[in-house]
């Protein structure tokens, strides 16, 4: 409830916009984004009319209200951090070149560095999908993201080729990423220029993987370097391999699994080093054709701990990361648009904004779910970035976030 005596700031932006703003600052509070920004020493030294904090919601805002021009993305953010701090509203708002000066001035480090002091798993035990056997179920994959075609963004990032030797129409950001399947939250991500290998930007993303996760990887992911990497971690792995992958039986398991063994093709020939792994293989036949043969390997070796059923069952919930991937591309970004940002600095504080803004709608959508006893994944997405964008009908429709 507003104070006694406030009154609300002259402004035309609709209170329903005024309010989604308060989606951003319930799950990046402002008083962690001041702290965020002068960890990364990018605190203003002298007063501006635009200040580092607004900034920061801005560039999150972005992607919240991707269809809105600076100005009225602006407008929106201003209004809703007024309202919820009961200030007023400043008289003139900035300019969309000083707006860009104030993107600059903070830079991408402290939307990174918001994301990574916020974002930690949702989902709880009994969340459907969110385990299996007491093991948190996340999976690794990568995509990318189209970028303004500027002299800067093209020399930094890099573009794919296309056919007969010409180049894609614009460059592109590649983005590694881990999310959790219950929840489809991206909790760990990179952002590098696309010219790096998915492989390549992956490297980190692995050395963060924490025991008591189960990690689903595609066949591209595989490399004996990477799987040795992603298993000191402590983390279970499951991932899949190619056909061609030599896995000898060295022991028959009662679930049709077996134990078998892989070396660094490049460095053990004659494979002198082995780790020992156990494989699955299967088909899929959903009565009108029969894909597979799926190899996995996991570093799961005893099958009473979790049967092949159920890991090949599992591995099938890798895909919640391209659905993840598909919200932000596709309904959050907007189909087939390409990010505005002009310069690799400012691309990245846009993605990391990106990265922010999803965090936040699907921290929102799980407290619903939640309390509502449903599957985070029967919660509309598109319906949920509607709410987030317009308006929260009631006060308290949504519980605080207790993350």
């Known amino acids: 409830m507003p104070r006694s ?55 999150i805002g972005m992607a919240l209200h991707s269809d809105g021009s600076y100005e009225d993305v602006l407008a929106v953010v201003t209004d809703g951090l007024a309202w919820a701090a009961r200030e007023d509203q400043p ?49 690794i994959d990568g995509t990318c993201l189209d970028v303004a075609d500027a002299p800067g963004n093209d020399e930094h990032f890099g573009r794919p080729g296309v056919m007969k030797g010409e180049r894609a ?20 991500a990179v952002v590098d220029p696309y010219t790096v290998s998915e492989n390549a930007a992956s490297g980190e993303l692995l050395d963060r993987l924490e025991s ?52 660094d093709s490049k460095t053990d020939k004659k494979r002198e080093h082995p780790t020992r792994v156990r494989v699955i293989e299967y088909t899929i036949n959903d009565g009108r054709a029969e894909a597979g043969p799926y190899r996995l390997i996991t570093t799961i070796l005893d099958p009473e701990d979790v049967p092949a059923a159920e890991l ?37 504080q846009e993605i990391w904004g990106h990265l922010c803004c999803h965090y936040a709608i699907r921290s929102l959508m799980f407290d619903a779910a939640t309390v509502s006893g449903h599957d985070p994944d029967r919660v509309s997405f598109v319906t949920a970035l509607r709410i987030s964008r317009r308006s929260i009908a009631q006060q308290g429709a949504f519980p605080p976030s207790a993350h």
Request: charged letters at 25%; aromatic letters at 8%.
């Open 212 to 263: 008591g996760m189960l990690c689903l990887a595609d066949r591209g992911f595989y490399s004996h370097a990477a799987w040795t990497r992603a298993a000191a971690t402590g983390a279970d792995l499951c991932w899949r391999v190619q056909s061609r992958l030599k896995l000898p039986v060295l022991e028959a398991l009662s679930d049709g699994s077996w134990i078998s063994a892989v070396c």
């Open 312 to 348: 090949a069952a599992a591995y099938a919930q890798r895909w919640e990361i391209e659905t993840a991937f598909d919200e932000l591309k596709t309904h959050q970004r907007g189909p087939r648009k390409v990010l505005r940002s002009g310069t690799p600095e400012l691309v990245r």
């Open 91 to 139: 008289e003139r708002l900035a300019s969309k070149a000083a707006i860009s000066h104030a993107r600059s001035r903070l830079g991408a480090a402290p939307l990174e560095a918001l994301f990574r002091r916020v974002v930690s798993p949702l989902s709880l035990p009994g969340t459907p999908g969110g385990f299996l056997a007491g093991r948190r179920l996340v999976a």
């Open 5 to 59: 005596g406030w009154r609300k700031p002259v402004s035309d932006v609709r209170l329903s916009d005024a309010v989604s703003v308060g989606v951003l600052t319930r799950v990046f509070p402002p008083v962690l984004v001041d702290e965020v920004i002068a960890e990364c020493g990018r605190t203003e030294q002298r007063r501006r009319s635009l200040s580092a904090r607004a900034v920061a919601y801005f560039a």
């Open 169 to 188: 129409a614009f460059p592109q950001a590649r983005v590694v990423a881990v999310a959790e399947c219950g929840s489809h939250a991206v909790i760990d």
